[in-house]
């Protein structure tokens, strides 16, 4: 089944302690993507990847890094997160990014909590 | 990124039509997306419309003007199960932009 997934779905965790969010889609997606999702504020881009060793940052960056060592995956890390970063996140994929044409295909999410 | 405007909140009753309006800036702008999210899940993909005009997919049509900066989604013969949020995206270069979304609640 053609899917991205994302692990963990839930985290609580504390102030300062570093974690890694993983993303993996099996559809052979060039571009992949972080989003947060707070109320009020929608659905905001962490960060992009337009291939292999491409990242680029989006609209909300500080705080967050990725890694794109391998085409599949796109993990996202919190070097010391905040409670501030507590949201809703969301990776998504797309065959690619050309024109902005193609659909992308979100994973179901990850609930974090830093306390 | 570009600024997208839809409306908040949309309520409307089971068997009719609605129309959700969303407004965007034209400066990089490619095409434009919509999705829909139930509560507590991902969005998922409802339309893309990259030249100006309608296109129709069963029960939802988009719209879209690029000279107006303007988009709508019409969602016929309502069903319990459209209640949702329905997200508008603006799609540029290299990244996609959301609006905040706009809360469709259907009533019986």
């Known amino acids: 089944e053609a899917q991205v997934t994302q692990n963990p779905r839930y985290l609580i965790t504390v102030t300062g302690k570093k974690l890694t969010v993983t993303c993996s889609q099996n559809?052979?997606?060039?571009?992949m993507s972080w989003y947060r999702q707070d109320p009020g504020l929608g659905l905001r881009q962490i960060y992009y990847s337009m291939n292999v060793e491409v990242t680029d940052k989006g609209d909300v960056p500080e705080g967050y890094k990725v890694s794109r060592k391998e085409k599949r995956n796109f993990p996202l890390i919190l070097e010391s997160p905040s409670p501030n970063q507590t949201s809703l996140y969301f990776c998504?994929?797309?065959?690619?990014?050309?024109?902005?044409?193609?659909?992308?295909?979100f994973g179901p999410g990850t609930r974090l909590t830093v306390t | 990124g570009q600024n997208i405007d839809q409306p908040t909140e949309m309520t409307a009753t089971e068997g009719a039509i609605v129309q959700i309006n969303c407004t965007y800036q034209?400066?990089?702008?490619?095409?434009l997306f919509w999705y829909q999210q139930h509560a507590g899940e991902a969005p998922t993909f409802l339309s893309y419309n990259v030249l100006d005009g309608l296109e129709e997919k069963g029960r939802f049509s988009s719209f879209l003007s690029r000279s107006k900066g303007y988009s709508y989604l019409l969602l016929k013969e309502l069903q319990m199960k459209d209640s949702a949020s329905y997200l508008c995206a603006s799609s540029g270069y290299s990244t996609l932009t959301f609006g905040k979304g706009t809360m469709l609640l259907v009533s019986p």
């Open positions: 559809m052979n997606h060039e571009y």
């Open positions: 998504a994929s797309s065959l690619s990014f050309r024109a902005g044409a193609y659909e992308q295909y």
């Open positions: 034209t400066s990089g702008f490619n095409g």
